[in-house]
């Protein structure tokens, strides 16, 4: 009689593994005023803070590109595209555009329905929908709470480990299609074997609405670049080339109204349009000196700002965070010459916004 074999492994977890994810690519950021702003290449950032990862400062000060292999044959384990709307704590629903599912509750609602960018209005869920909203007495527009969002894992060797590189972006008329697309060809031209297919991701600029603009796309790696693959990943050399190449050129991609902020999704924003802010009287005083042409909207930003703090019932840490800031900002604000950018952190209205870009 045979004896039975000793148990191994953890159900729902060992028959799931997952290299960590070593960081996140980008090409946006928050400024130093506190809104979004675009570029013209690409920064790694840890998953959880936010900080620049030093160690991909190997591939240049402005890296345009980087090299990864396909991480499975599953497009799912590796691939994610939903409709998604996110909270202060993570994801909080997500759908196809047919129906969408509450992550906390598992209730159904209804979806968006086909992602339409020229009548965003016209979406059938309200959360996919533009939103109005109340800042410092002002009624301004808001972007929708849900957007379509694609993420993507590929692996990425660095000097002694090798792990997830994710890429996020909301960039429905852009970023998304392409992405998508290229990976479903290689899925046919590899007939399911993706796993180590070694890409290039590369960031492309368009014309859009509001000037240039950046998106994600995959291409086709050179013989060099895949000798560099093979050398890093060494000893596994997991690389393996799909013969020919398998990934046409994305194409002109079309101009399209698509804010500053998509390929940042996930980023948090200066500051809530809704959130109470500390209990004060009024900004202390500084010697930094406003110039006259905004020092009157200045005072007034800032006064508004605050007149709000009677409704607030916040710690003595988030008081002082919030006077921090509002200190830096200034100093920012006289060290770069850009107050306009700083009435615009004080506001958050969307006109404010627009006039800085301008500017």
């Not at 852009?174 to 960031?203: C, D, M, N, W, Y």
């Not at 200066?270 to 202390?284: D, G, I, S, Y």
Request: aromatic share 6%; hydrophobic share 40%.
């Amino acid at each position: 009689m045979t004896a039975p074999s000793r148990p191994y492994g953890i159900k729902g977890i060992t028959d799931r593994p997952h290299p960590s994810v070593l960081a996140k690519a980008k090409i946006g950021r928050m400024s130093a005023q506190g809104y979004p702003e675009q570029l013209d290449h690409v920064i790694f950032v840890e998953p959880e803070t936010g900080d620049e990862v030093e160690a991909f400062r190997k591939l240049g000060d402005k890296p345009a590109s980087f090299l990864a292999v396909l991480p499975s044959d599953d497009l799912d384990t590796f691939v994610d595209c939903a409709w998604k709307r996110y909270g202060e704590f993570g994801l909080k629903c997500r759908g196809d555009g047919e129906r969408g599912v509450e992550r906390k509750s598992g209730r159904e609602r209804a979806g968006a329905g086909p992602y339409n960018k020229d009548k965003p209005a016209a979406h059938r869920c309200r959360f996919a929908r533009p939103r109005k909203k109340k800042v410092d007495g002002l009624l301004t527009e808001h972007p929708p709470e849900c957007k379509p969002v694609l993420s993507l894992r590929l692996l990425v060797p660095l000097p002694g480990t090798v792990g997830l590189v994710q890429v996020d972006t909301g960039g429905a008329a852009s970023s998304v299609p392409t992405l998508f697309a290229q990976l479903e060809q290689l899925h046919r031209v590899s007939e399911g074997h993706l796993a180590g297919v070694a890409v290039k991701v590369i960031i492309r600029p368009f014309s859009g609405q509001k000037g240039i603009c950046y998106a994600w796309a995959l291409a086709n790696p050179s013989a060099h670049d895949i000798s560099c693959l093979k050398r890093d990943f060494a000893p596994l050399s997991p690389v393996r080339v799909v013969e020919g190449d398998v990934l046409p050129a994305p194409g002109e991609l079309p101009p399209l109204i698509e804010s500053i902020d998509r390929d940042i999704y996930g980023l948090p924003v200066a500051r809530k349009a809704q959130e109470k802010l500390p209990l004060a009287k009024t900004v202390p005083e500084t010697d930094i000196v406003i110039p006259p042409e905004v020092a009157s909207e200045v005072r007034a930003a800032e006064a508004a700002l605050w007149a709000q703090v009677g409704r607030a019932k916040l710690p003595k840490a988030k008081r002082d965070c919030t006077l921090e800031a509002v200190s830096a900002n200034r100093q920012v604000a006289a060290r770069e010459a850009s107050w306009p950018a700083y009435l615009c952190w004080l506001t958050g209205t969307e006109e404010l916004e627009a006039k800085v870009r301008q500017s």
